[in-house]
């Protein structure tokens, strides 16, 4: 069948797709643990599939206030990524790498926001060079922009910008723990739907 | 009892009398609120790109300026709202986030506003309020009973108009 959105994947497509998640995981587990030194574990991330209404609900509510980190991709795959972090996921950042922590979001200085935005790219490279080694497509990312403001307002940028005629978005949730407390982090992987073809076609789970 | 209708992304509302319309968060989507004030009837829809796809496949109407604003106007007039009479507001259509040297996703705001507005031009609604571009979020509430529209925004308080 033809892929138009994601709403059309079938299971094999969506499970090939988790597994650039698993990959993605793990590679970013080993960059996070480099640069903040200390060990860090990650579970198997859950990788959903959902109109953009019910993933703004499923991240926390529309008006609740993240960081969101976003990068284009480009070359072999076309879209974008998204990080979404919360105060406490950044906190828990800065404390390992300045030993500070802040109250507030409006508390960010610009050396805070720059290690929030170092952070973000360290794990979504990570996802990147796992679908760049599993389909032997070269990606590269942009530099980062981060905006701090409503989650809702957020997701709909990268959705309204790679998704024109789809209504559906991929959220990869990933929990990772260290000093023994565990962390949500979710990021959103939006490639266009020629790319996701690509990809699919890569992973030998799509014939057009 | 008044009660508040939500309106999600891509979607829209009608509703009359004594209650509210509100949608959460808009940041480069836009808001667009329309208004007959004889009839108390009040009208809302989320729209997140300026043109829906030539070839029909589009299947979200309310996600386009083009499509979506005009069946906005088509519900309101079914259930008795004059077209004549009818008034809008609008707000959103703000730049969240800034790539170095990118401008497609910087100015889907601008691109929204401006498809906002000649939709609304040809369909000859005048637009009586507006609060769109900066950077940041708003959340718009909107009521059946005057036509008020307010404005909720991260860090930036709370306005009425």
């Given at each position: 069948?033809?892929?138009?959105?994601?709403?059309?994947?079938?299971?094999?497509?969506?499970?090939?797709?988790?597994?650039?998640?698993?990959?993605?995981?793990?590679?970013?587990?080993?960059?996070?643990?480099?640069?903040?030194?200390?060990?860090?574990?990650?579970?198997?991330?859950?990788?959903?599939?959902?109109?953009?209404?019910?993933?703004?609900?499923?991240?926390g509510?529309?008006?609740?206030?993240?960081a969101?980190?976003m990068?284009?991709?480009?070359?072999?795959?076309?879209?974008?990524?998204?990080?979404i972090?919360?105060?406490?996921?950044?906190?828990?950042?800065?404390?390992?790498?300045?030993?500070?922590?802040?109250?507030?979001y409006?508390?960010?200085d610009?050396?805070?926001?720059?290690?929030?935005?170092?952070?973000?790219?360290?794990?979504m490279?990570?996802?990147?060079?796992?679908?760049?080694?599993?389909?032997?497509?070269?990606?590269?990312?942009?530099?980062?922009?981060?905006?701090?403001?409503?989650?809702?307002?957020?997701?709909?940028v990268?959705?309204?910008t790679?998704c024109?005629?789809?209504?559906?978005?991929?959220i990869?949730?990933?929990?990772?723990?260290?000093?023994?407390?565990?962390h949500?982090?979710?990021?959103?992987?939006?490639?266009?739907?020629?790319?996701?073809?690509?990809?699919?076609?890569?992973?030998?789970?799509?014939?057009? | 009892?008044?009660?508040?209708?939500t309106?999600?992304?891509?979607?829209?509302?009608?509703v009359?009398?004594?209650?509210?319309?509100?949608?959460?968060?808009?940041g480069?989507?836009?808001?667009?609120?329309?208004?007959?004030?004889?009839?108390?009837?009040?009208?809302?829809?989320?729209?997140?790109?300026p043109?829906?796809p030539?070839?029909?496949?589009?299947?979200?109407v309310?996600?386009?300026?083009?499509?979506?604003?005009?069946?906005?106007?088509?519900?309101?007039?079914?259930?008795?709202?004059?077209?004549?009479?009818?008034?809008?507001?609008?707000?959103?259509?703000a730049?969240?986030?800034n790539?170095?040297?990118?401008?497609?996703?910087?100015?889907?705001?601008?691109?929204?506003?401006?498809a906002?507005?000649?939709?609304?031009?040809?369909?000859?609604?005048?637009?009586v309020?507006?609060d769109?571009?900066?950077d940041?979020?708003?959340?718009?509430?909107?009521?059946?009973?005057?036509?008020?529209?307010?404005?909720?925004?991260?860090?930036?308080?709370?306005?009425?108009?």
């Amino acid at each position: 069948m033809a892929i138009k959105s994601y709403e059309d994947l079938d299971s094999m497509q969506l499970d090939a797709l988790r597994e650039i998640g698993n990959i993605g995981a793990g590679n970013a587990a080993t960059a996070l643990s480099g640069t903040i030194g200390k060990p860090v574990n990650i579970d198997i991330p859950t990788v959903k599939i959902l109109d953009i209404n019910e993933a703004v609900e499923a991240l926390g509510g529309a008006e609740k206030i993240v960081a969101g980190i976003m990068v284009k991709l480009e070359e072999g795959i076309h879209g974008a990524m998204m990080s979404i972090q919360t105060l406490d996921v950044i906190n828990l950042m800065l404390d390992s790498l300045l030993g500070t922590k802040v109250d507030s979001y409006e508390e960010l200085d610009e050396m805070h926001v720059s290690a929030v935005c170092e952070i973000a790219n360290i794990l979504m490279g990570s996802y990147v060079n796992a679908i760049s080694d599993m389909t032997g497509m070269p990606v590269n990312i942009s530099v980062p922009a981060i905006s701090i403001n409503m989650l809702g307002a957020l997701v709909a940028v990268p959705m309204a910008t790679y998704c024109y005629e789809a209504d559906k978005i991929m959220i990869i949730e990933g929990k990772f723990s260290f000093d023994g407390m565990m962390h949500k982090h979710n990021l959103m992987l939006i490639p266009d739907v020629d790319s996701l073809k690509r990809v699919l076609t890569r992973l030998g789970v799509y014939n057009e | 009892m008044s009660s508040v209708a939500t309106v999600g992304i891509a979607e829209m509302g009608v509703v009359r009398g004594e209650d509210q319309l509100i949608t959460y968060a808009l940041g480069s989507c836009i808001g667009v609120c329309i208004y007959d004030k004889n009839a108390k009837i009040a009208g809302m829809v989320h729209i997140m790109l300026p043109t829906a796809p030539t070839d029909g496949s589009g299947k979200s109407v309310c996600r386009y300026a083009d499509s979506g604003v005009p069946a906005l106007v088509n519900k309101m007039e079914s259930i008795g709202a004059r077209r004549g009479l009818l008034t809008a507001k609008i707000a959103g259509g703000a730049r969240m986030f800034n790539i170095p040297g990118d401008s497609v996703v910087g100015n889907i705001g601008d691109r929204n506003t401006d498809a906002v507005k000649k939709i609304l031009s040809d369909l000859r609604i005048p637009i009586v309020g507006h609060d769109v571009g900066q950077d940041y979020a708003r959340t718009m509430s909107f009521n059946a009973c005057d036509g008020m529209v307010t404005i909720k925004a991260f860090s930036k308080g709370i306005t009425t108009w």
